[in-house]
Each structure stands twice: as C-alpha cells, then as structure tokens.
C-alpha cells in the first residue's frame, strides 16, 4: 500500500515538472545581451526573413500548377492568415521581451515539456530551412553560369548515387553558410547591416521588376483564350494560400530579436506589421506582373521571373533579377543564423541545452558558440545532404510551433506571467531606452 502511494506521489511529481511553467525575473528589460536593436532594424530583420526564395520560385509554380493568375488572391489570403499568426508572437514580444520566440512563449504559459518539443521543433526548421536555402542558392547561382560549378564537382570532386545524400557535394552552399556565420558572431548590429545592405539590393531589384514588368504587361494574358483568370476555381486558390502561407514564415525573427530591442514594447508590434504587409503587397504585385508578361500555364516553375523577361526579348533583366534572387536568400540565410543560436541560447539558460550554449562573448554579446556549432551543422547538412524529402516536413513543424504560440496567448491573457518576485512601483515606472529607429 505504502509503495503503491509513493509511487502515485513520484508520478504526480513527474507529471508537475513536465508541465512547471517558467518564472520570469522582476525587470524584463534586463539582460545579458545587446539592446542594439531599433525599429527599422527589425523591420529590415522581418522582410530579409520573408523575402526570398519563394519570391523567385514559388510565384512561378503556384501560379502554374495550382491557381493560375488567382494566385494574386492566394497570396493575400495567405498573407492575411499570416498576420493572424504575426500578432500573437508581436503581443508575446512586447509583453515578454525574451529570446526564445515560440519556445520561450510556450515555457511560460503551457509548460517545460510541451517547451522543450517546440524548442527542438524550432532548431530543426531552422537548421534544415537554412540549408535548403543554401542548396537554392548555390543551384540558382549555378544556373547563371550554365551549371558549370556542378559538372565541374562532378568530373573532378567527386558524385555518388546514396538514398537520401544530394548526387554530388555542394561546396559552395556550404562555403556560403561558413561566410555568414563569421558575420553573425560579429554581433547584432553588424548582422543587421548586413541584412540591410542585400535587402535594399533585393528591393531595389523588385522594384524594378515591378515597374518594368508593368510597362511590359499584357491584359490579354488573363482573357478566356489563355483560361481566364481563375482557370482552377476555389479549390486552386485554396491550394495555392496553403502552398503561399510558407513565403512567410520568416517573421518570427522579429519575436526572436525581441530581447535585443531598445524598446520592445513598441518596436516588436509596429516591426511586425509594416515587415507583414509590405511583404504581402510585394508578393502581390509581382505575382500580378508575372502573369500579365506571359501565359500563366507557360511560366518556367524553376525560373519564372527571369525565363519571362527573356521570353520578351529583355534577357539583360533576367541578370538583375538573379542579383535580387541572390541577395533575398543571403538575407534568409542571414534571418536563420540570427535566429537559431538565440533559440538555443534560451533552452541553455534554462537548462534545457548544454550550459555552453548559454555563453555570451564578452565583446559582442552574442552566443558565438551557438552560432559557429548550429551554423556549422548547417553547413554540412547543405553539404552532403538531399533536403527536398526533408523540407517537407518543415511545414508541420512550423504549424506545430503557430499553434502553440496562438494558444499560450490565450493562457497568457487569463493567467498572466509569473515574476520571481512582485514588480516594484520603481520598476513598474521605470523609463524605457529611447528606440532611435
């Protein structure tokens, strides 16, 4: 009777530190790391994330396979699900000013467990999405100059034919993940003008898209003779927002940025709504100028943007807009190193990781450990590895990881933190550092 008792009691014990919620310090505004951060560097952050690959390669195959020149509406619904998403990490952000994003949202309202399995989640989508960025990189880099980088690896490296490995190594993703992971350990700020740099290049490059891809539009593109508008109904447009609601993954750098911020409060929320709908009108019009240039069910899926300036006789656009394709997946690539070593640097400072991860230059105040293991990882997982069966996967990670984070808002709201200790009239009046963005 007595071990029947003692074994209830340990298993009611076990079952309380599974679900102990994290207690957060007095002053939230404390920290180990660097409130470099303003306004427009999270938005800069926000877009960087978002604007990428799928900009120049998901435009083309939505709009071919799935909803044709409705791909337009599939964006904004998509866009507008995603803003849905965007306000719950803006709320957590602002009200809780930690790195961490989803992880660090879920420890303090559900629990250490269910914090743990998002955690691991969010290392994994970022790790695997970086590298499969890595790999696009390099293969649309590659394609510029006539695949000649692969055949030569192929004749002079070495190429294999293993289940799951990529047919030959792909040394120039892998150099590239390398280079930006020496930028990231340089510290916030200079990642953040990085970001800035290839994301005013890569919207340079979308404006000129825009403008000349107008000028060169033709309305007969949407007639009956080429299908019309919505040749595949509702379904297709349904279709298309699922595929087109991942373009937009990426604005959960601005929650994970939230404990490098001058004035979280108001940075994270104002960042993420501007970064979110300039990027769901971006997407927009470009989808609308690619299918009013050419026939929607002629549209290259592989290289839609550049193949339908070429087709119009304009092949010298199709260089400017590689430089663009190039310069949004640097600032992805960027937007997961930034990202992933923070997450790590949270669960270490929990105990959830090992404490190494948890150290902080003393000089740049980020976690360069973090950043040189995880990026080097990635590296090797965009060196050897074939991420396509495995990038699947990343889609239920990341609705794993929303839907955690949208009910832990609705606990939050009820239920509210909990704070070592009461918050002081002091510290509850306490002036914020001014935001200077």
């Given at each position: 009777m007595v071990s029947r008792l003692l074994s209830r009691h340990s298993l009611a014990r076990f079952c309380q530190k599974l679900t102990r919620v994290k207690t957060l310090e007095e002053n939230m505004m404390e920290t180990a790391l660097n409130r470099c951060l303003s306004t427009f560097d999270l938005t800069m952050l926000g877009i960087g994330g978002m604007v990428g690959s799928g900009l120049y390669v998901l435009t083309g195959t939505v709009a071919k396979d799935m909803a044709g020149p409705a791909v337009i509406v599939s964006f904004l619904f998509a866009g507008f699900a995603s803003l849905l998403a965007a306000f719950c990490y803006a709320e957590f952000g602002s009200r809780?000013?930690?790195?961490?994003?989803?992880y660090m949202f879920t420890y303090i309202s559900v629990g250490e467990f269910w914090a743990f399995l998002i955690g691991w989640n969010i290392i994994l989508e970022y790790m695997i999405g970086g590298a499969a960025v890595a790999r696009a990189w390099s293969g649309y880099l590659d394609a510029v100059f006539s695949h000649r980088i692969r055949n030569f690896t192929e004749t002079h490296i070495a190429s294999?034919?293993?289940?799951?490995?990529?047919?030959?190594?792909?040394?120039?993703?892998?150099?590239?993940?390398?280079?930006?992971?020496?930028?990231?350990?340089?510290?916030a700020k200079v990642s953040s003008w990085l970001n800035h740099l290839f994301a005013a290049v890569s919207l340079g490059v979308i404006l000129f898209i825009l403008v000349f891809g107008f000028i060169l539009a033709?309305?007969?593109?949407?007639?009956?003779?080429?299908?019309?508008?919505?040749?595949?109904?509702?379904?297709?447009?349904?279709?298309?927002?699922?595929?087109?609601?991942?373009?937009?993954?990426?604005?959960?750098?601005?929650?994970?940025?939230?404990?490098?911020?001058?004035?979280?409060?108001?940075?994270?929320?104002?960042?993420?709504?501007?970064?979110?709908?300039?990027?769901?009108?971006?997407?927009?019009?470009?989808?609308?100028?690619?299918?009013?240039?050419v026939p929607w069910h002629t549209l290259d899926p592989d290289s839609a943007l550049a193949d339908a300036f070429y087709r119009r006789g304009y092949s010298w656009a199709g260089f400017i807009v590689a430089v663009g394709s190039i310069c949004a997946m640097n600032t992805v690539l960027l937007s997961n190193l930034f990202s992933l070593p923070r997450v790590a640097y949270a669960m270490a400072e929990d105990?959830?990781?090992?404490?190494?991860?948890?150290?902080?230059?003393?000089?740049?105040?980020?976690?360069?450990?973090?950043?040189?293991?995880?990026?080097?990882?990635?590296?090797?997982?965009?060196?050897?590895?074939?991420?396509?069966?495995?990038?699947?996967?990343?889609?239920?990670?990341?609705?794993?990881?929303?839907?955690?984070?949208?009910a832990s808002i609705i606990v939050l709201r009820y239920r509210g933190c909990r704070s070592a200790a009461p918050a002081s009239p002091a510290a509850a009046t306490s002036p914020q550092p001014p935001d200077g963005g």
């Open positions: 809780v000013p930690k790195t961490g994003s989803a294999w034919d293993v289940p799951f490995l990529a047919p030959n190594p792909d040394f120039l993703a892998a150099g590239i993940l390398l280079l930006a992971t020496a930028f990231i350990t340089c510290g033709d309305p007969a593109n949407y007639g009956a003779a080429e299908g019309g508008f919505n040749p595949f109904g509702f379904s297709g447009i349904m279709a298309g927002t699922a595929t087109c609601f991942f373009a937009f993954v990426g604005f959960d750098v601005i929650a994970a940025s939230s404990e490098e911020a001058r004035n979280p409060q108001r940075s994270i929320p104002i960042a993420t709504g501007i970064s979110l709908g300039l990027v769901t009108v971006i997407y927009t019009l470009v989808s609308a100028v690619l299918t009013l240039m105990g959830l990781l090992f404490r190494v991860f948890s150290r902080l230059n003393p000089v740049t105040k980020v976690p360069v450990i973090g950043i040189v293991v995880f990026g080097g990882l990635m590296a090797v997982l965009a060196l050897v590895f074939d991420l396509e069966s495995l990038v699947q996967f990343l889609s239920i990670g990341t609705l794993l990881a929303y839907t955690f984070v949208a």
